[in-house]
């Protein structure tokens, strides 16, 4: 368990750092003409070398990932990639000059905080491999992100973001879930299908959520997405369990955990340079609200996952 638990904080780390870098390049890449979700945003900032970058490093979070989901159970990992928010405010308070507030500063103690609870009353991960109908509601869902992309990004401004962030969050959620039900390489098997389609479609709304709409609200939707779903799917079909007599600490750490990045969730994406405006901040403008200035990651994730 001790490695598992330091393969998820690592993996927060990588897509933590890696956020800041993907939604510099989103923001910078030249936006579409439209008001739904943008598939040709995603080729405009694979051009941009700090997508690049960031990809390697979600490359590197997503195998330190792997190592966790198969030795911890899923509430605990989903907590833990939640945190990623906690290290992009603290690298974008160290390198990117960003004044936190005394609330933020208080919520990067809380999701530590969270985190150990859930260290001292995580079990072993469930042993139960899900049945044949899971495995396929898994690839279900997947679709399912797509198609709340399609109806999602026809919304307007405000409601938009919510409802990309949250649709990758569940797309992020299916890469959790399938990479605990991987048994070796089996094509035949629909969970490497929902793990390529829901990882794929999660990167596509969230790209477009934080271009296109609040950062705040986008992230949010993502990080409850990305926990809540499977840490229910864990505990309830593949025997995720706690330490005997720890379950309420379990649950109180993980709500903890998740409320601070909640509280961190203006940390979508880095700030716009000075004097400009971003696509997001022009959508909210547009919609009558002011956005403050703020870091912010894309992560995912986890965040997030790639």
Known sequence: MLLGMICALASAFCFGAASVFQAMAARAAEPGT?????????????????YLAGLGMDAL????????????????VGAALAASLAVTAV???????????????????VVCLGLAMLALA??????????????WALLGV??????????????????????????????????????????GIDFADPVWYALLVGGGAAFLLLTSA??????????????????????VVG?????????EGLGWLAILGFAVAVAGSLTL????????????TGPAEALEADAGQAQAPGPASAPKRGPRTP
């Open 122 to 135: 995580a079990g072993r991960e469930g042993h139960e491999g899900g049945s044949e109908a899971l495995r």
């Open 210 to 231: 934080l271009q296109r709409g609040s950062v705040t609200t986008a992230t949010a939707g993502a990080v409850l997405g990305e926990t809540i779903g499977p840490a």
């Open 91 to 109: 690298i974008a308070s160290r390198l990117l000059h960003v004044r936190l507030s005394r609330v933020e500063w208080t919520a990067v103690a």
């Open 142 to 183: 997947s679709f399912g992100v797509l198609l709340l992309g399609v109806v999602g990004g026809r919304l307007p401004a405000k409601p938009r973001a919510l409802v990309l962030g949250l649709g990758a969050g569940f797309g992020f959620g299916v890469v959790e879930v399938a990479v605990r039900l991987i048994d």
């Open 61 to 76: 979070g997503f195998a330190l990932q792997i190592v966790a989901l198969r030795t911890l159970p899923i509430y605990v």
């Open 265 to 276: 969730a203006r940390f979508g994406e880095p700030p716009a340079p000075e004097g400009s």
């Open 235 to 243: 505990v309830v079909w593949l025997g995720d369990s706690t330490r």
């Open 34 to 50: 439209g008001g739904g979700v943008d598939v040709a945003l995603m080729w405009r900032a694979l051009r941009q070398w700090r």
